[in-house]
T-cell receptor, first 114, second 110 residues
Framework: GAGVSQSPSNKVTEKGKDVELRCDPI?????LYWYRQSLGQGLEFLIY????????KSGLPSDRFSAERTGGSVSTLTIQRTQQEDSAVYLC????????????FGQGTRLTVV | SQQGEEDPQALSIQEGENATMNCSYK?????LQWYRQNSGRGLVHLIL?????REKHSGRLRVTLDTSKKSSSLLITASRAADTASYFC??????????FGGGTRLMVKP
């Protein structure tokens, strides 16, 4: 596709269940970012991939959060044993390795934990 | 933690007026970028200024960067109701990681 694609666009899950969020970056983009945004707040950095490796995982809030990227393309963010405080919009962005051209964002996944 | 901090957090102006938003950051950067967000979903890249640049223009947008003060400003001239959105600055450190600030919510009244 032409842009960054995220799925699902909305997800409602019960507390304690695991969820998997998917990000399909723009073809050729080696850098991929995951952010979390609570209502009316700024973007909280979660993790950053350069190719398949994650130089910086410092933003993952707890060990319930994990992410992987395969083939330098699709990335999945997994949240285990979801809690109500995990409710937020999860945004994915991708860019060329040289970020001097800016990043492109997907439309996000709105996660609601009930 | 956030690298960039925008000021003000919220701004309300009349159509036709200019809107100025400021961003401060803490560490050395490769470049600074401004993004716009409508309705709390995906962000759109507006403009990028490199660390060796001081000013950049794109249409009605003007961005300045002062690396000695670790600050940047975004000016939107002749604002329109359609400019109503949240605006975020993001800094790219030498590791190519993008860190965002808390954003400025701009309301342009017709």
């Amino acid at each position: 596709g032409a842009g960054v694609s995220q799925s699902p666009s909305n997800k409602v899950t019960e507390k304690g269940k695991d969820v998997e969020l998917r990000c399909d970056p723009i073809s050729g983009h080696t850098a991929l970012y995951w952010y979390r945004q609570s209502l009316g707040q700024g973007l909280e950095f979660l993790i950053y991939f350069q190719g398949n490796s994650a130089p910086d995982k410092s933003g993952l809030p707890s060990d319930r959060f994990s992410a992987e990227r395969t083939g330098g393309s699709v990335s999945t963010l997994t949240i285990q044993r979801t809690q109500q405080e995990d409710s937020a919009v999860y945004l994915c962005a991708s860019s060329f390795w040289d970020t001097n051209v800016g990043a492109f964002f997907g439309q996000g996944t709105r996660l609601t934990v009930v | 933690s956030q690298q960039g901090e925008e000021d003000p957090q919220a701004l309300s102006i009349q159509e036709g007026e200019n809107a100025t938003m400021n961003c401060s950051y803490k560490t050395s950067i490769n470049n600074l970028q401004w993004y716009r967000q409508n309705s709390g979903r995906g962000l759109v890249h507006l403009i990028l200024i490199r660390s060796n640049e001081r000013e950049k223009h794109s249409g009605r947008l003007r961005v300045t960067l002062d690396t000695s003060k670790k600050s940047s400003s975004l000016l939107i001239t002749a604002s329109r109701a359609a400019d109503t959105a949240s605006y975020f600055c993001a800094t790219d450190d030498a590791g190519n990681m993008l860190t965002f600030g808390g954003g400025t919510r701009l309301m342009v009244k017709p």
